[in-house]
């Protein structure tokens, strides 16, 4: 069984904090209308979110705004994101 790599396992790990906050705010439903629904957009708001990152940074942790934008670049992590999403939607 192949190991995952370390950013893998960041991201995932990432993922689930993130459907976390998400779940506890009871937002699962508007989250995924617009993943769904933006889907080819989700690659322009990773790079939104770079540009944004100055100004984001004032009101979230650095570190968040970069993993989310990460997130949001690499469609496989958005996937994960949906999927989690309607898991814990059940």
Request: charged fraction near 15%; glycine fraction near 6%; proline fraction near 6%.
């Amino acid at each position: 069984m192949p190991m995952m790599s370390e950013n893998v396992l960041k991201q995932t790990t990432f993922v689930d904090h993130i459907a976390s906050v998400i779940n506890r705010h009871g937002w699962q439903f508007p989250v995924l209308m617009a993943l769904e629904g933006g889907r080819p957009l989700t690659f322009l708001g990773g790079q939104l979110m770079w540009v944004m990152q100055p100004v984001l940074s004032l009101f979230v942790a650095t570190n968040t705004v970069r993993q989310t934008a990460q997130l949001l670049e690499d469609p496989i992590a958005v996937d994960a994101l949906i999927a989690r999403l309607q898991v814990d939607d059940l």
